[in-house]
């Protein structure tokens, strides 16, 4: 089964970085789709980035340039990388994963299966 531990996340001033990192315990997905998702208080969980088996990535507009997703493989490992963090990047980060490369939608949380706890990330201006 598999199991989704998200950590890296803090405190930083607007400008700086965070690197996140999702353990996947018991990944054995032939097909998969990795996400990372955010949400604001009071707001529903958003897609931030996904990538899948087949190497293909997508981020949101407003990270595009400034966050980097990406898996390994050795270490069985989703990271996320954020540069140039902005005040409006302050949120809950979590990991999310798909059984299906089909169904890497950024907003559509009903297709990610598994998910991690969460991790908060505090950017101050």
């Known amino acids: 089964q598999l199991q989704m531990a998200e950590s890296g996340g803090g405190s930083v001033q607007a400008g700086g970085s965070l690197r996140l990192t999702c353990n996947l315990s018991g990944f054995t997905l032939p097909k998969y789709c990795l996400a990372w998702f955010r949400q604001f208080p009071g707001r529903e969980r958003d897609g931030v980035a996904t990538i899948d088996d087949n190497n293909k990535i997508r981020y949101i507009g407003s990270v595009e340039g400034r966050f980097t997703i990406s898996v390994d493989k050795a270490k069985n490992t989703l990271n996320l990388q954020m540069n140039n963090l902005r005040s409006s990047d302050s949120a809950t980060y979590y990991c999310?994963?798909?059984?299906?490369?089909?169904?890497?939608?950024?907003?559509?949380?009903?297709?990610?299966?598994?998910w991690g706890q969460g991790t908060q990330v505090t950017v101050s201006s």
């Open positions: 999310a994963a798909s059984p299906d490369n089909d169904w890497c939608y950024l907003h559509e949380t009903k297709y990610y299966f598994d």
